[in-house]
């Protein structure tokens, strides 16, 4: 790709940007976010098309307008949100646009789904074609995109963030199948903000920041470090401070916890825990093994079967999320914008979604409409939530990392005893997660109580003082930081035994 | 019984223009376009069909312009709702208006200042099965299109084109398929179906157009694609439900049992919402119904 | 420059919007042989000619206003309120069975009636709000239906020897104590009559011929209030919330299920209180057996939508609508161009108001144009 | 018939935008023949509409009447709602006509404030009457129970099952004018003939629902009936087409509806509204107007009876029978009941 230009409206995405790609590789791309990776990528499937610039494949010049043209040029891609049709079965994804048809018109699934057989065969894909989409966990969605690329016989096969919703092992499987399949001749561009992964897998890396290149480097010839620096510009701090502090009381504790899904299996199995204040405690795990479930009873949002859930003292077992917030427990959700903010509101106005009901917001159900900003402004002030002066700016205009700063903002602003985490920083770049994990740690250190859920093993390990291991519904071990590493909890995660414990 | 085949007519007689409005909303809220419009496009197909009934002699010709006029007002509806991401329920309340407006209007044009129609010289033919039980064609018609649309939906390529594009269009758009194109088409056809539905009324059920023929028949099209959970079978059941309780109603209504015949006029309604009641279900809608598509939007 | 940001205001859309379909009416006039220009003047006059005419267009206006507001309420709670019909029965059926049932003195009488109007409303509207919470019926189902079982309830009761007025199809009126009929009682009586009968003051034809009520200040009274309450109350920004994101709402302890509910009663008491508005201002202050919906319900549709679905721009559309229909008679009879004509403008106006965007990509050309030839600049620099 | 109406709806046109320019309509009257003045008058249409196939329809007929002979002004208002009656007679008050006409007994009551407020303004109102009747209101009644009691006379005199059938829209005070009317036709004859037939009634609780008008009526013929009384206004259609398709009699309401099925439509219970509207108006021109009375029109005075085309299905020794009724009905000899009351006090008498 040579020099790629691409405006939204008046805002320049890139700038004459440039990309070169060896056949038979696997090259990554890394930049902040809105760097503009995804929108380059974007733009080499004809998902967008670019103001100006020009797009080479195995060396002649193509036009590529439609994803349509990509497809037929060998050029697959798994977008960084996924393009799946949840209702539909796993053969159904594969198969949409390029369907197999026996008498014209009508499908046949039978001739799919045995050449769909023999390409997992080749590389060693492990796929339930008759699962819905809705029912499968994230790792095999993501198998699924690429099963949908390869269906298509692509060469050049792009990967945006493939690797932000995984587990480790999941991770390291998708590496695996990534090198099976440069074996078999194909090429690879893979997006991430892992640099570990980065080093792990590819042989060439381009950067870019804000748009521009920044640099092309090959990965022998350097280390995370200074791929870091080159992506932010400045260096970056991957450790985070803790204070050594004494833990409190507990605060917060959950006694012989049973949840079920909407189906009625049980995913969350006789689970106790409890946490001090000033505590961190983590859960690590492969997703799908209860963590969706468990923070879901403990914020009343589904209904507890037995068990039992105290807080201070108080029994807040199914109640409401109303009276969790009562009881000074706040949420950092997993999806910020389902869950998290309400779009169409103002940022002033989500910052206050919790707390609309109390004073100074509002007194005798009138709002206090110069409160609300203030209180706004003072958070986007603290947060440095951008741009400057957004309290009238409706949330959804925000960008992904300035809408994340403004729900942390909001939990921490609550004051809460008790700070759920979900998936703090999921799809945020280090420079935005180094300033969550602060912030984090900022509220431990004060100490508040705080319930860390996360895929990333690895910010699981860096932050909690404590961590359990979510498997299968039950806790496999609960681990103090200091005997935790990551080959351990990997191990009880994958439903290993802990050998030291036993 | 001979009662058992007039209870199996008049249900199929009622049901018949709900069930091809019916199929129309589905098809249009499967591509992801809320088609609120129905009761337009069936009151602009009852007159078309009835009019161009009248002045060609011919009822199937009269229904094929059905089709056409409420493609037209469909056609429109694409547009604003495809074109220029409009509001689909407010393009929908807006074509409600025109079309019967236009209607009512044309009417007065063609027919001497009268807002309906002269009877059409021959009707749509009939169809005896015996046992007492006979048929409109377009009771036929409906009933294969039924099944045509499911085995569309459910076994074609273009089935699942269309069902990807009301969940995911983005995912549909990356892999090719045209989001717009199938947007236009489908609510194109579902404007075809509703005139055909509005000309079942006024081609089979009755001989004429007049302002009334269709009367909130849209809506409960409408109500029917909801509580069918946008399946095509489903809704034409649901159809049919309804069209059971109006034949119970007359059936009743002609013993000698005292309940009051407005009371007895509640009860498809009444039945409507307390079966709703009790299969309690989750609702199955197109996740992205109703929402414009915008290429490239987050 | 100025012109384009003008373009894009929602107002200016809306405006554009109506002149748009009055051209397209007067198109379809043309077409059917009609000179359009006299139309419209007929539809101006038949509105404008003499005060009572804009007394009858602001009479008129009320209950639309009202339904119009209804609908607002709902859609803000993200839900598609279509049972104004069923709900505006409710509320004149209560109305009639209040304020012609009960003796109360003048003035608490319509307090009393209105208040029960919409309580009985708001609980149709509230069973509509449970049936979509607790037993997952669509709101839109419930309410077509409901619709329909409100007519035929309403056309039940009123035959029920308690509330028929004997010889008639038609229930008993409500009492004049219960009328929100404005200098009733004065101007029913001799000495009143005598004195409207001989003034040639146009408020004295207003108060002699229409039946000038008060109700146009409840409705605007409601629509501030709607207002007031979205803008500046807990309660508002929490039914504004659960409108456009359950989950959001609900993680942050905002009752989902409690607010639909809330919302739906809000909205159908106020179409209940259309109907008893209408009951208590307007002659004959009684329900009558109805052949089908008299239509209320989808005109607030039609008005909320022109409003911009605001509660103050429902005042103004409600207005615009009420002289459109009541002026489009004139159309009829001094021009003999069918009133379906209005229809289709108002069909026209909504349409346009759907596809606004249309304004502000024609407003935008001028500037995309600009940005084309800078892409090309780009492309020479590349 | 069509282009003869065809250019008298565009002679209207003209002649209104002429009296616009004019002002009044009054001054063109040397123009046309002479039968007194030429007048200006309106009609307020109750909710069913001007088109509704019935009343109103047949009102404003008559006065397209009155502007193709003797080209008077008129002009009409529709109704959509109820509030509406009040504001569309004081708009056409403005205007000064000569004569307001309102259909159907739901205007009564706007009509009666209309009359008493506006003093000068000649009124009509039809249907409907009152107990003290304003000078400047005349009120006009049809007996369509007399029209009714024929139309089931031949139906008593016909049915070869014994069992006739009415299907009615919503009941009130009107509508059982036609019921008990057709009732005790049926019963008349059932008493010459000396045998028992059973009448079927069923309300289909709408004027418009043309499908379930259909669905009664069939299943109707179905339990045996072969003559149905089609009185449901607008939906009377679909009673029509069921008779069609089940190849049975009907009786058509109203007008004569044998346009609609020549081969079923026996004949039809007429309600000359078009004629007594015509004949009043005219009078208004020679200067009598019966103003505050009520008067009720009926057989005697051709105001109602059966359709003209009554011969071409029902057999010339039942129309001649049917004559002999009619003329009894004239003379009092049989008084037709015309609600359930004097349908009981009628039946006892025929017992
Ligand atoms: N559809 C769009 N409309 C407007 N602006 C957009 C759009 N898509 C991307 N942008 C802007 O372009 C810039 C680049 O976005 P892009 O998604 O390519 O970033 P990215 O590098 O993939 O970031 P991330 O790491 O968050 O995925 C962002 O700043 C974003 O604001
Ligand atoms: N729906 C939208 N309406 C208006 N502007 C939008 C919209 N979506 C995104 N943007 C703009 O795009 C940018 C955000 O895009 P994106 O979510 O890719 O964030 P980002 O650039 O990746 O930044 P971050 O690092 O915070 O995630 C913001 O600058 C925002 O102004
Ligand atoms: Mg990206
Ligand atoms: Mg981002």
């Known amino acids: 790709m040579q020099g790629i230009t691409k405006y939204f409206g008046d805002f320049c995405a890139l700038k004459e940007v440039e990309l070169a790609v060896r056949a038979g590789t696997i090259h990554s791309i890394l930049g902040e976010n809105g760097a503009g990776k995804t929108t380059l990528m974007n733009i080499l499937y004809g998902f967008y098309t670019c103001d100006s610039g020009k797009i080479f494949v195995h060396g002649s010049e193509q036009e590529i307008s439609t994803p349509k043209d990509a497809i037929n040029l060998g050029i697959g891609m798994v977008h960084q949100h996924f393009m799946l049709v949840e209702p539909y079965t796993v053969l159904q994804n594969i198969i949409l646009g390029d369907e197999t048809t026996k008498i014209p018109g009508i499908i046949d699934y039978k001739k799919a789904r045995r050449k769909i057989e023999g390409l997992a065969q080749a590389y060693h894909f492990n796929i339930d074609l008759d699962a819905k989409i809705q029912d499968i966990t994230v790792g095999m969605q993501q198998r699924v995109e690429i099963m949908k690329a390869l269906y298509r016989g692509a060469e050049i096969l792009i990967l945006d963030e493939p690797t932000s919703v995984l587990t480790p092992q999941e991770i390291d499987e998708l590496i695996d199948i990534m090198h099976s399949m440069v074996k078999n001749g194909k090429t690879i561009v893979i997006i991430t903000h892992k640099l570990a992964e980065i080093m792990k897998s590819s042989d060439e890396c381009t950067v870019i920041r804000k748009g521009k290149n920044v640099a092309s480097v090959k990965i022998e010839d350097t280390s995370e470090n200074e791929l870091a620096e080159l992506m932010v510009g400045r260096k970056v701090h991957f450790t985070v401070e803790k204070e050594n502090r004494k833990t409190g009381e507990v605060i917060f504790s959950v006694d012989r916890l049973t949840v079920e899904d909407d189906r009625g299996i049980t995913k969350v199995n006789d689970i106790s825990f409890g946490i001090r204040a000033g505590e961190i405690f983590g859960i690590a795990g492969v997703d799908g093994n209860g963590q969706q479930e468990l923070f879901e009873a403990i914020a009343s949002l589904r209904k507890a079967k037995t068990g039992s859930i105290h807080m201070k003292g108080v029994n807040i077992t199914n109640t409401s999320p109303r009276e969790m917030f009562e009881n000074g427990i706040c949420v950092i959700p997993e999806d910020r914008q389902k869950s998290g903010l309400v779009l169409e509101f103002t940022v002033a106005e989500n910052m206050v979604l919790e707390k609309i009901g109390r004073a100074p917001f509002s007194r005798h159900g009138l709002l206090d409409l110069k409160k609300i900003r203030k209180n706004a402004t003072d958070l986007i002030r603290e947060y440095d939530v951008r741009p400057e002066h957004c309290e009238d700016t409706r949330a959804g205009a925000l960008s992904g990392g300035n809408q994340q700063k403004a729900i942390i903002a909001r939990a921490i602003s609550n004051d809460p005893d008790l700070l759920i985490a979900v998936q703090p920083t999921r799809g945020l770049d280090v420079g935005a997660i180094e300033f969550v994990h602060k912030a984090i740690v900022g509220q431990r250190n004060q100490g508040k109580a705080i319930l860390l859920i996360s895929l990333e093993l690895e910010e699981v390990l860096k932050l909690s003082d404590r961590i359990a291991v979510l498997y299968n519904g039950k806790f496999a071990d609960i681990l103090d930081a200091k005997d935790a590493d990551e080959n351990r909890i990997g191990l009880l995660m994958a439903g290993g035994k802990n050998d030291e414990n036993a | 019984m001979d009662n058992i085949g007039i209870i199996i007519s008049i249900t199929l007689m009622y049901a018949t223009p709900l069930i091809l409005a019916a199929l129309g909303g589905i098809i249009s809220e499967l591509s992801g376009i809320t088609n609120i419009g129905i009761e337009g496009m069936m009151v602009i197909g009852a007159f078309a069909g009835a009019a161009v009934g009248y002045f060609s002699g011919n009822p199937w010709i009269g229904l094929l312009c059905a089709a056409g006029a409420g493609g037209l007002l469909a056609l429109m509806h694409a547009i604003a709702c495809v074109k220029f991401n409009a509001n689909q329920i407010i393009s929908g309340v807006a074509l409600n208006l025109i079309g019967l407006g236009l209607s009512l209007f044309l009417s007065r044009i063609f027919f001497d200042g009268a807002t309906q129609t002269l009877p059409v010289p021959s009707k749509l033919p009939k169809i005896s099965l015996g046992g007492g039980i006979s048929l409109d064609s377009t009771v036929i018609i409906a009933l294969c299109l039924v099944v045509f649309v499911w085995f569309y939906l459910y076994r074609m390529r273009g089935g699942l084109r269309l069902r990807a594009i009301g969940e995911h269009p983005a995912a549909a758009d990356t892999l090719g398929i045209n989001v717009y194109l199938f947007r236009y088409l489908a609510v194109i056809v579902s404007g075809l179906l509703a005139g055909m539905g509005g000309a079942a009324m006024s081609l089979a059920v009755v001989s004429s157009f007049t302002p009334i023929v269709i009367s909130g028949h849209g809506y409960i099209a409408l109500a029917a694609v909801i509580f069918g959970r946008w399946n095509p079978v489903g809704s034409s059941l649901a159809c049919i439900l309804f069209g059971f309780a109006q034949a119970l109603v007359v059936i009743l209504g002609g013993g000698e049992i005292a309940i009051p015949s407005q009371i007895l006029a509640m009860l498809p309604y009444i039945l409507t919402i307390a079966v709703l009641m009790l299969l309690k279900g989750k609702t199955a809608a197109p996740r992205a119904s109703g929402v414009p598509y915008i290429k490239g939007s987050r | ?382 | 018939q069509e282009p003869a109406q065809e250019s008298s709806a565009a002679q209207s046109t003209e002649n209104e935008s002429t009296a616009q320019e004019n002002g009044e309509g009054e001054s063109e009257a040397g123009s046309k023949p002479a039968a007194g003045k030429t007048l200006n008058v309106a009609l307020v249409a109750d909710l069913g509409g001007i088109n509704d196939q019935s009343f109103n329809q047949s009102a404003w007929e008559g006065m397209q009447k009155l502007e193709a002979d003797l080209g008077y002004q008129v002009k009409y208002l529709e109704s959509a709602q109820e509030s509406d009656f009040g504001s569309n007679l004081d708009k056409l008050t403005d205007e000064e006509p000569d004569m307001i006409w309102g259909v159907g007994f739901l205007m009564a009551d706007a009509m009666l404030n209309a009359a008493k407020t506006n003093p000068d303004q000649k009124y009509g109102i039809v249907d409907s009457s009152y107990e003290e009747t304003p000078e400047n209101l005349t009120s006009v009644l049809f007996k369509a129970q007399e029209s009714s009691f024929l139309v089931g006379y031949i139906a008593g005199r016909m049915t070869e099952t014994d069992h006739v059938g009415l299907v009615g829209p919503i009941k009130n005070p009107i509508i059982d004018q036609f019921e008990y009317g057709f009732r005790a036709g049926v019963a008349y004859a059932a008493k010459e003939l000396d045998k028992d037939i059973a009448v079927d009634v069923q309300y289909a609780e709408s004027f418009s629902d043309n499908a379930k008008a259909k669905a009664i009526a069939t299943v109707m013929y179905n339990d045996g009936a072969d003559i149905l009384f089609a009185m449901t206004g607008g939906a009377s259609i679909g009673v029509i087409e069921a008779a069609k398709e089940m190849d049975q009699y009907v009786i058509g309401v109203d007008r004569d509806q044998n346009y609609l099925a020549p081969e079923n439509v026996l004949t039809s219970a007429i309600k000359n509204v078009d004629q007594v509207i015509y004949k009043i108006t005219r009078e208004i021109a020679d200067g009598t107007f019966a103003g505050g009375t009520a008067t009720s029109y009926g057989l005697a005075e051709d105001a109602v009876g059966i359709a003209p085309t009554s011969d071409q299905l029902v057999p010339a020794d039942i129309l001649a029978a049917t004559d002999k009724v009619k003329e009894e009905l004239i003379s009092g000899t049989i008084t037709a009941p015309l609600d359930e009351d004097s349908f009981n006090e009628f039946m006892a008498g025929l017992a």
């Open chain 3, 1 to 382: 420059m100025k012109m384009r940001e003008l373009i894009k205001k929602p107002a200016t859309g809306i405006l554009l919007a109506i002149l748009i379909g009055f051209v397209a009416g007067a198109v379809v006039l043309a077409v059917a042989g009609f000179n359009p220009l006299e139309a419209y003047g007929a539809l101006f006059r038949g509105v404008f000619s003499k005060p009572k005419y804009i007394a009858q267009v602001i009479i008129k206006s009320t209950p639309i206003i009202l339904t119009g507001i209804s609908f607002v309420v709902a859609f803000k709670s993200g839900l598609f309120n279509i049972g104004g019909e069923g709900q505006y029965i409710m509320g004149a059926l209560t109305a009639v069975i209040v304020g012609g049932k009960l003796e109360l003195p003048p003035g608490l009488h319509f307090v009393v009636v209105i208040i029960m109007a919409m309580i009985m409303s708001g609980l149709l509207g509230a069973f509509v709000g449970v049936l979509k919470t607790r037993f997952g019926v669509h709101e839109v189902i419930s309410c077509v239906m409901l619709n329909w079982i409100m007519l035929y309830l309403s056309n039940f009761l009123i035959t029920t020897e308690w509330l028929k007025k004997p010889g008639t199809e038609a229930s008993i009126e409500a009492n004049t104590s219960a009328w929100s009929v404005v200098l009733n009682s004065w101007k029913t009586s001799d000495a009143g009559m005598e004195q409207l009968a001989n003034s040639n003051s146009p408020m004295a034809e207003v108060l002699l011929k229409t039946d000038f009520n008060y109700g146009i200040l409840v409705a605007v009274l409601i629509a501030v209030g709607v207002y007031f309450l979205y803008k500046n109350t807990t309660k508002g920004y929490e039914l504004r919330a659960v409108g456009i994101n359950q989950h959001a709402s609900q993680l942050a302890g905002i009752s989902v299920n409690k607010n639909v509910i809330l919302s739906m009663a809000i909205s159908a008491a106020i179409a209940g209180l259309a109907g008893a508005l209408t009951i208590t201002g307007v002659m004959p202050h009684r329900v009558t057996q109805l052949a089908t919906h008299e239509g209320y319900g989808f005109a607030g549709i039609s008005v909320a939508l022109i409003g911009g679905c605001s509660p103050i721009g429902s005042i103004f559309s409600g207005l615009f609508y009420s002289m459109l229909t009541y002026g489009s008679a004139s159309i009829q009879s001094e021009v003999g161009a069918a009133s379906e004509i209005m229809d289709i403008v108002i069909g026209v106006i909504i349409y346009m108001i759907a596809i606004s965007s249309l304004f502000i990509m024609l407003a935008n050309r001028k500037k995309t144009a600009g940005c084309a030839a800078g892409k090309r600049k780009a492309e020479k620099h590349g």
